[in-house]
């Protein structure tokens, strides 16, 4: 079965960096679309970007252009989001999820499977 596995949540200051990666297994890395999502305190939970290993294409959230980056290892089954220029707004849990096919493989899509989560802390 599909199962995701998060790691490198933590707690930064404000400016700072952190890598999140996401291990998948139980399917075929290269078919499947990889989301991170986040859910912010007291906030319903928002996609921030989005990547399809069969192409490497990749759609961000404007909140988090420019800053954030997704990225895949396909030997790992592993995505990554190096996260930079963090602000306390970004504190959140992340998750990643992962649907079938590269079609609406984007952060609005629906997502079936999903991981446990990561906590992100931000301080100012």
């Known amino acids: 079965q599909v199962q995701l596995v998060e790691s490198g949540g933590g707690a930064v200051q404000a400016g700072g960096s952190l890598r999140l990666s996401c291990v998948g297994t139980?399917?075929?890395?290269?078919?499947?679309?990889v989301g991170w999502f986040r859910q912010r305190p007291g906030k319903e939970r928002e996609g921030v970007a989005t990547?399809?290993?069969?192409?490497?294409?990749?759609i961000y959230a404007d909140s988090v252009k420019g800053r954030f980056t997704i990225s895949q290892d396909n030997a790992k089954n592993t995505v990554y989001l190096q996260m930079d220029s963090l602000n306390p707004e970004d504190a959140a849990v992340y998750y990643c999820?992962?649907?079938?096919?590269?079609?609406?493989?984007?952060?609005?899509?629906?997502?079936?499977?999903w991981g446990q989560g990561t906590q992100v802390t931000v301080s100012s």
């Open positions: 139980g399917y075929t890395f290269n078919n499947y679309c």
């Open positions: 990547i399809y290993p069969g192409s490497g294409s990749a």
């Open positions: 999820a992962v649907r079938y096919g590269g079609r609406l493989c984007t952060p609005t899509s629906t997502f079936v499977h």
